[in-house]
């Protein structure tokens, strides 16, 4: 099996590409490859796609966008071929229509909502900082949908996952698919989206420990 | 809900520890890659590695253990001590580490956080605050505790935050290494001063210690190096501890 993770530029990517390492030790009957690249013909020849992303959403999108055919070739391999990505952190944001981050930018437009900044509520919060960071819960609702049951398969009823953003997707709930949630500073949040091929966290699995390696070997596992 | 994070520190100096876990059965007590790694798996929320290498010809040591730890730890990686400009962040970033901490170059050079942040983003820039008490105020040193650049601490804290650092990384210089806990009033005075998510820092001496670093001290996480190390402590003792006091912990 191909995997690429694909290389725009968003910054470090090396713990993406560890984690992956590991997790693909664990499940050696699949002959797991996996590549850093932006390369068109590495993501036409991947059977999975991982987006990660780091700083911000106008940042991203940008790079992501000004590598030559890099958004054209993205979008056959995943709403027309159905292959699975895996979008962490600004990964996932990308998938939304907008991005209200340093003034505003289309996303890829695969989810539709908007990315928006935490709004803190302090005479509700138990915690008042931003960026959230460190260990959160992330509370899976998976409804029988197989895909998404697969891909919390083995962890616990609420795990821990590390997080670092201080943006959120805020979906349109007109759409139907499965999501996880977390709770900060007074209110819940889409911390996860599960909508057929295309899965996003807005936590980091490549940082979370063991129940972040199991996530990423569900994923290699789809 | 958010839990607190526990973040043990190591030392390294020329790739190796200075100060370290003595547990029965480590191959090599001053290997950090292997010390790490005991950390993690004991349910570290995040590692620290404070490199005190002193001569320039071996700074570069410090790579190799980033690198070598982030093949073997799927936990959070900071690494600071020493870290003078953006390149020198860029390149741990690039051998693996997920946040940077920057304490003397943030004091002289105000372009290095602010730069950094805008490439990197907010998320990997920890700024290590060591303050020293003054009359009824705390001045920011620099160099290792060596140089007293007369800053007021609680006004860099919030200069800090503007600039665009993610965390603050706040060492207490009288308290650290003495073991009487952390200086809660300097904590609390600079948690309540940013909206950042601060770290407490020095003279933690037992598990009562870091309670109080949380819950009077307002930090949002804990840094601690000696209880953890000659197995003083561990860190699922220590978060079992918190658990019990009513501190939300992963666990």
Request: glycine letters at 24%.
């Given at each position: 099996m191909n995997v690429t993770i694909v290389d725009y530029y968003s910054g470090n990517v090396s713990s993406v590409l560890n984690s992956f390492k590991e997790a693909a030790k664990y499940k050696p009957n699949l002959n797991i490859k996996i590549k850093l690249s932006n390369k068109l013909e590495d993501i036409k020849n991947a059977d999975k796609l991982v987006l990660p992303g780091q700083g911000s959403f106008k940042n991203c999108i940008n790079s992501l966008k000004g590598i030559d055919g890099l958004e054209e070739i993205l979008k056959e391999q995943v709403l027309v071929k159905k292959k699975f990505i895996l979008g962490i952190c600004v990964g996932m944001q990308m998938f939304a229509d907008y991005g209200e981050e340093d003034g505003g930018s289309e996303g890829l437009?695969?989810?539709?909502g908007t990315v928006k900044k935490i709004k803190i509520f302090p005479e509700h919060a138990d915690v008042t900082k931003l960026p959230h960071i460190g260990w959160n819960q992330v509370t899976f609702f998976p409804n029988g949908i197989p895909i998404a049951e697969k891909f919390i398969?083995?962890?616990?009823?609420?795990p821990h996952f590390y997080f670092v953003h201080s943006y959120i997707f805020h979906p349109k709930n007109t759409e139907n698919y499965t999501r996880g949630e977390t709770y900060y500073a007074g209110q819940k949040f889409m911390s996860a989206v599960i909508k057929e091929n295309i899965i996003g966290t807005q936590f980091h699995p490549e940082k979370s420990g063991n129940d972040g390696l199991l996530m990423i070997q569900n994923f290699l596992t789809l | 809900m958010l839990k607190n994070r526990i973040i043990p520190c190591l030392d390294v100096k020329n790739g190796r520890v200075v100060k370290g876990i003595n547990f029965l059965g480590l191959k090599d007590a001053g290997d950090p890659v292997e010390q790490a790694k005991i950390y993690s798996d004991g349910g570290a929320d995040e590692i620290c590695f404070l490199d005190i290498t002193a001569s320039n010809e071996n700074r570069d040591t410090i790579y190799d253990v980033v690198k070598q730890t982030s093949e073997k730890c799927f936990v959070p990686l900071t690494v600071g001590g020493g870290v003078r400009s953006v390149e020198d962040i860029s390149k741990l970033l690039n051998y693996g580490a997920d946040k940077v901490s920057i304490n003397t170059a943030a004091v002289e050079n105000s372009k290095v956080v602010i730069d950094s942040s805008k490439k990197f983003g907010s998320q990997c820039i920890v700024v290590a605050i060591d303050a020293k008490k003054n009359g009824d105020k705390w001045e920011v040193f620099t160099h290792g505790g060596r140089n007293n650049s007369g800053i007021d601490a609680l006004e860099y804290a919030k200069q800090m935050e503007e600039n665009g650092a993610g965390e603050l990384l706040v060492t207490s210089m009288d308290r650290d290494?003495?073991?009487?806990?952390?200086d809660i009033d300097l904590m609390s005075k600079i948690s309540s001063k940013v909206n950042i998510p601060i770290i407490a820092s020095g003279?933690?001496?037992?598990l009562d210690h870091l309670v109080d670093g949380i819950k009077?001290?307002?930090?949002n996480a804990v840094l601690a190096a000696s209880i953890f190390h000659y197995g003083k402590h561990s860190i699922k003792e220590a978060k079992e501890y918190l658990d019990s006091k009513g501190i939300p912990v992963r666990i």
């Open positions: 437009g695969w989810i539709s398969n083995r962890l616990d009823q609420n | 290494g003495t073991q009487v806990g952390y003279g933690v001496g037992n009077l001290g307002n930090a």
